[in-house]
């Protein structure tokens, strides 16, 4: 009965630091300071961890949506349809256009 009190008093710890990162009180830095914590005190198994992550959850969502977005709008390509596809195959397989005469054109 003994162990199993002290599992769940582990546990909880783990639980409570996890949902204040989830709940956006605490960065993803502090959360993982505080898991070191829990390690070196023994209340935890593993080797202490070094992150970069200056964010609560929210925020780091936030960054990330902001990144893909960043990235797609860098992206130079244009979607070609049906029509002009087939005449780009046409003009470089019947006309034999090479790639680069097809980019000018």
């Known amino acids: 009965m003994r162990g199993m009190f002290a599992f769940c008093v582990k546990k909880r710890e783990d639980?409570?630091?996890?949902?204040?990162y989830l709940e956006d009180r605490i960065t993803a830095?502090?959360?993982?300071e505080q898991f070191n914590e829990q390690v070196k005190i023994g209340r935890r198994r593993g080797v202490p961890r070094i992150t970069s992550v200056p964010y609560t959850k929210s925020e780091g969502h936030r960054v990330?949506?902001?990144s893909v977005a960043r990235r797609a709008s860098d992206a130079h390509f244009i979607r070609l349809g049906p029509e002009l596809e087939r005449k780009i195959k046409d003009d470089h397989e019947f006309a034999g256009l090479s790639i680069k005469k097809l980019g000018k054109k």
């Open 15 to 20: 639980l409570r630091i996890a949902l204040d």
């Open 29 to 32: 830095n502090e959360a993982v």
């Open 64 to 66: 990330y949506e902001l």
